[in-house]
C-alpha cells in the first residue's frame, strides 16, 4: 500500500566500473561490457544533441548509477541529455543495449537515429515505472570496427523531481551481443519475480481467505462481520496484487488503484470492528469513516496540478490515520472493559494498525524530505530463499490472527445456532400440547380458534373451560419472550389454572398473578372471560387486547400484566349478551402484522375485520406480514331456546 518508483533499486546485480563516456565491445572481443560507468550530461533540450556529429567534450560527466540529483543537479525537472560513445568490433554479430532504469520516460537514439523509447513525453500525463529495457542497434553497426555514439534524451517530470532521483540511477546497464543481452534481460525479470514471491504468496493467501470468510457470510447473512472482514482481506489482496503489476500500470493508476483500496480497507475495517465490538456509528465513527473515503480521491489533488505530489500523499496518509486511531483505542478500551472479542482482537489489530500508524507518520516526514528512506520501517527480515520483510510478516500475522478469530466466532455461532434449535423445537412440542387441537364442546356457544405460530416461538396461549353450569370460562392472553422459556410459563399458566376452582375473571387472574410473581421475568398479559348460560358476561383484564363485541371493542378496565406486582387486584366489567352476539378475542400478532414497507395493520383494520370468522382475521393479518404468533378466538351467543326454535 505504498508508491513504489524505484525498481531499480531492487537490481544491484551488476558492479558498475569506472571510466569516461567511452565504452569498448572491441578490447579483447568481450561479448558484453557493462555501461556503468561515467556518461556525458547536459540539462535542456535540442534535437542536434542526437546528430553522430555533435561534439559534447565540454559537457560534464556524471554517473550513470545514481540520479542527477545527487550529482549536483537537486530538484532538476523537463528535459536533459546523456550521451557516451560505443565501440563495437569488426564482425557480423547484432547488438543490443540494456539500461536498467531511468526516470521518468526517455528517447534512445544510436548514431543519431532512434531505436527505442520507454514512456511518454509531454504533454502525456501519464509516466510509468521505471523497468529494465533492451534496444537493438541498428545494422549498421555490424559494419565495423567503428565508434557509435549513444544519445539519450530523457524527462523528468516535475511532479517526481522533488524527491524522486532523475536520469539513470541503477547500475547493471550493458552493451554487447543481442542473445546474451536478451537473455540477461530474462534473468533480470527472474530477479524481479523472485523479489514479489512473499507478495504473491501473501495475495493468493488474502484472496483465498477473504473468499472464505464470504462462504461464511453466504451460510449466515446475519452475520455481517464475515463479509466485512472478507473486504478487508480482498482490499489487501487486490493492493498486494497490484505491487506485482506496478511496472505494467502508470503510476497515477497505480496510485488511484492503491489508494481506492486502503480506502476500502479501512472503511470495512472500522465496520467489522464496529459490528464485532457492538459500538455505535458516532462522531468519531463517521468522522474515520469519511476520512478514509477521501484517501482513493487524493491523488487527483496531483493530477489535477492543485498540489504537489508530497501535500496529496501526505493528505492521503492523514485521511487514514482517523480509521487507525479509532480501531485501536476502541480495541483497547474495550479490552480494559474485559470483553472477550476484543481481547482476542488485540494483538493482531495492534501488529497491523500499530505499524500502519507508525508507518503513516514516517510516509508523511518523506513525502516533505524531512527523513531519507521511503522504507526504513519496512527492513527485510530474511534474504533466503526469497527476500521477507516486516511488512510481510505484519501482514501474515493479520490475517492468520484473523482468519482464526473468524473461524472460532463461527464455530460458536453455529453452536449457538444447535442450542436454540433444541431449545425451539423444544418449545414448539410444549406449545402444541397447550394448544388445544379439538375444541372444547360449549354447548350454547359456537367457538372457533385458530393459532399460526411465527418463525419463533412465542408464548401465545388460551384456555376455553366449561362449566358444570353451563358457564364459560375463557383465557386468551401472551407471554413476554420467546422460545422455550416463553412455552414453560405457558405451561405454569395451564397448571395454575386447573389447580384453581375459582371461575370469577378478578380472581381467576389474581391467582395466576400470585403464581407468576417471582417466577418468570418478564410479565404476562391475559384476558379472562365467565359467560352465563344465559349471556350473562363478566370480564377482567390484566392488561391484554380487549376483545370485540359485534365489530366494536368492548370497554373494560385494564389491571396490571400478570407477574409484576404480587398484590395486584383487578377489577371486573358485566355485560349481557343477546342471541346471536359475536366476540372475538385476539393476541397482539394481529395488530403487529407488518408489511414489508413497514406498516403496521393497526386497529382500525382490525376492527374492520372483527366480524370475521376466525380464520379469515388470521389469514389477513398474515397475508399482511407475520412478525409474532397469531392466535384468534372468535365466540357467537346461541342459547338452547334460539337452536330449538
Same mark, same amino acid.
Given at each position: 500500500?505504498?508508491? $513504489? ?76 541529455? =546523456? ?25 534512445? =537514439? ?119 472482514? %472478507? ?5 489487501? #489482496? ?66 489535477? #496540478? ?59 516526514? =518523506? ?12 527492513? $527485510? ?20 490472527? /484473523? /482468519?482464526?478469530?473468524? $473461524? ?12 436454540? %434449535? ?125 376483545? =370485540? ?95 330449538? %326454535?
Amino acid at each position: 500500500m505504498r508508491r $513504489i518508483l524505484l525498481l531499480g533499486l531492487l537490481l544491484p546485480l551488476f558492479v558498475p566500473t569506472s571510466g569516461a563516456q567511452s565504452f569498448s565491445v572491441s578490447n579483447d572481443r568481450q561479448p558484453v561490457v557493462s555501461l556503468d560507468g561515467l556518461w556525458r550530461f547536459h540539462p535542456g533540450d535540442n534535437p542536434a544533441w542526437a546528430g553522430p556529429g555533435f561534439d559534447d567534450s565540454a559537457w560534464p560527466r556524471i554517473r550513470s548509477d545514481e540520479g542527477w540529483n545527487k550529482q549536483g543537479y537537486p530538484g532538476l525537472s523537463g528535459y536533459a541529455w =546523456y550521451r557516451f560513445q560505443l565501440q563495437v568490433p569488426d564482425g557480423s554479430q547484432s547488438l543490443s543495449l540494456l539500461l536498467t532504469g531511468i526516470l521518468t520516460s526517455y528517447r534512445v =537514439y544510436a548514431d543519431g537515429r532512434l531505436i527505442g523509447a520507454y514512456g511518454d513525453f509531454p504533454p502525456q500525463r501519464f509516466d510509468m515505472q521505471a523497468k529494465p529495457q533492451v534496444y537493438d542497434l541498428p545494422d549498421t553497426s555490424r559494419r565495423g570496427p567503428r565508434v557509435i555514439p549513444i544519445a539519450i534524451r530523457v524527462w523528468h517530470d516535475p511532479l517526481w523531481a522533488y524527491y524522486v532521483p532523475g536520469g539513470a540511477f541503477t547500475p547493471g546497464n550493458l552493451a554487447g551481443n543481442s542473445t546474451l543481452i536478451h537473455n540477461r534481460l530474462i534473468l533480470i525479470d527472474l530477479a524481479i519475480l523472485h523479489q514479489g514471491v512473499n507478495i504473491y504468496t501473501f495475495s493468493t493467501l488474502a484472496a483465498l481467505f477473504g473468499l472464505l470468510a464470504l462462504g461464511l457470510f453466504f451460510l449466515n447473512r446475519s452475520d455481517r462481520e464475515f463479509l466485512w472482514f %472478507a473486504l478487508v482481506l480482498l482490499a489487501l #489482496g487486490v493492493d498486494s496484487a497490484t505491487r506485482l503489476a506496478f511496472v505494467f500500470l502508470p503510476v497515477e493508476v497505480f496510485d488511484l488503484i492503491d489508494g481506492s483500496m486502503v480506502a476500502l480497507f479501512s472503511i470495512a475495517a472500522l465496520l467489522f470492528f464496529r459490528r464485532v465490538l457492538r459500538m455505535r456509528r458516532g462522531f468519531w465513527w463517521w468522522l474515520a469513516t469519511g476520512a478514509a473515503f477521501l484517501n482513493a480521491p487524493s491523488v487527483f489533488l496531483y493530477w489535477s #496540478g492543485l498540489t504537489s505530489v508530497p501535500v496529496s500523499g501526505a493528505f492521503g496518509i492523514l485521511c487514514l490515520l482517523p480509521s487507525q486511531l479509532w480501531i485501536l483505542v476502541v480495541l483497547l478500551r474495550a479490552a480494559v472493559r474485559k470483553d472477550a472479542d476484543a481481547r482476542l482482537l488485540l494483538f493482531p489489530a495492534f501488529v497491523m494498525f500499530g505499524y500502519n500508524l507508525a508507518d503513516s507518520l514516517t510516509g508523511i516526514a =518523506y513525502q516533505f524530505g524531512w527523513q531519507k528512506r521511503s522504507f526504513h520501517l519496512n527492513p $527485510i527480515l530474511l534474504h533466503h530463499p526469497f527476500p521477507f520483510s516486516l511488512l510481510d510478516l505484519v501482514d501474515f500475522v493479520f490475517a492468520f490472527s /484473523m /482468519m482464526a478469530f473468524l $473461524i472460532r466466532r463461527f464455530s460458536l455461532a453455529r453452536r449457538e445456532e444447535q442450542r436454540l %434449535a433444541g431449545e425451539f423445537e423444544a418449545a414448539r412440542t410444549v406449545q402444541s400440547l397447550l394448544i388445544p387441537a379439538v375444541p372444547a364442546v360449549t354447548p350454547g356457544f359456537n367457538v372457533e380458534s385458530i393459532y399460526l405460530p411465527a418463525a419463533e416461538v412465542g408464548g401465545d396461549f388460551f384456555h376455553i373451560l366449561p362449566g358444570a353450569d353451563g358457564s364459560l370460562l375463557i383465557l386468551v392472553g401472551d407471554v413476554s419472550g420467546k422460545g422455550l422459556k416463553a412455552a414453560m410459563t405457558v405451561s405454569a399458566i395451564v397448571g395454575a389454572l386447573r389447580d384453581n376452582g375459582n371461575r370469577r375473571p378478578a380472581q381467576v387472574l389474581a391467582h395466576l398473578n400470585r403464581v407468576l410473581c417471582g417466577q418468570v421475568s418478564g410479565f404476562v398479559t391475559c384476558c379472562a372471560t365467565l359467560i352465563a348460560k344465559d349471556g350473562a358476561m363478566i370480564l377482567a383484564n390484566a392488561g391484554h387486547l380487549a376483545p =370485540y363485541r359485534n365489530g366494536e371493542e368492548i370497554q373494560v378496565d385494564n389491571g396490571l400484566p400478570l407477574g409484576i406486582a404480587p398484590d395486584a387486584a383487578y377489577t371486573e366489567s358485566t355485560i349481557h349478551l343477546a342471541p346471536g352476539d359475536a366476540l372475538t378475542f385476539l393476541s397482539d400478532g394481529v395488530v403487529e402484522a407488518q408489511s414489508a414497507a413497514g406498516e403496521l395493520f393497526g386497529f382500525d383494520r382490525t376492527r374492520a375485520i372483527s366480524t370475521q370468522s376466525a380464520e379469515s382475521i388470521a389469514a389477513a393479518a398474515q397475508q399482511f406480514g407475520q412478525e409474532d404468533d397469531i392466535t384468534v378466538l372468535t365466540l357467537t351467543f346461541v342459547p338452547a331456546e334460539v337452536l330449538h %326454535a
